[in-house]
């Protein structure tokens, strides 16, 4: 592993230990060179996947990108890191194990937004805002109406 500090290839494994949940393993490393210290994160890979964007272009399946977008819409919300780790885990595991080796965005979108419907109503309707591309209030408005017809279905 490359140190992120001076770049040298020959870095030390100081501590391996499993996640909490066994699924990543967390390595403590060091560098001899400079010595600069820091943790890596090594999880498996099944497969590799391609999305295919709604323009047609064709990029590699990016996990931290998936993370990204999540922790955004959960930020300053009552939810545990864990939880929110978990759910990601199980996106990703999904994904790799559909049996498709491109998978389109609108796929990973709508995974990710029943996944939040379950967790977070608030979470959901900011994810939503970006992935629907909400341009106004009123398309808020319409959105939410929406979610207030289904709560009432499963009263």
């Known amino acids: 592993m490359r140190c992120p500090y001076c770049n040298e290839l020959d870095t030390q494994v100081k501590d391996s ?7 990543v393993i967390r ?13 890596t994160f090594e999880r498996v890979q ?12 064709r990029v590699e399946f990016d996990r931290d990108k998936l993370a990204r977008s999540i922790m955004i819409a959960f ?13 990601i885990t199980g996106i990703v ?6 049996g498709e080796s491109e998978i389109l965005s609108s796929d990973i979108g ?6 939040l419907s379950e967790i ?16 106004e209030a009123r ?10 017809e289904d709560f009432s279905k499963d009263q």
């Open 110 to 115: 709508e995974m990710v937004m029943d996944t």
């Open 17 to 23: 230990r499993p996640t909490e949940d066994n699924a």
């Open 93 to 98: 595991r999904r994904l790799e194990s559909s």
């Open 46 to 57: 099944l497969r590799d996947l391609m999305v295919k964007k709604r323009d047609g272009k």
């Open 27 to 39: 390595r403590r490393r060091s560098c001899p060179q400079c010595a600069a210290r820091f943790t």
């Open 75 to 87: 930020r300053k919300r009552p939810v545990e890191s864990e939880r929110i780790e978990k759910m």
């Open 139 to 148: 398309d808020f408005e319409k959105f939410v109406g929406g979610l207030k």
């Open 120 to 135: 977070d109503q608030v979470a959901y309707v900011r994810f939503a805002s970006v992935y629907r591309n909400f341009r």
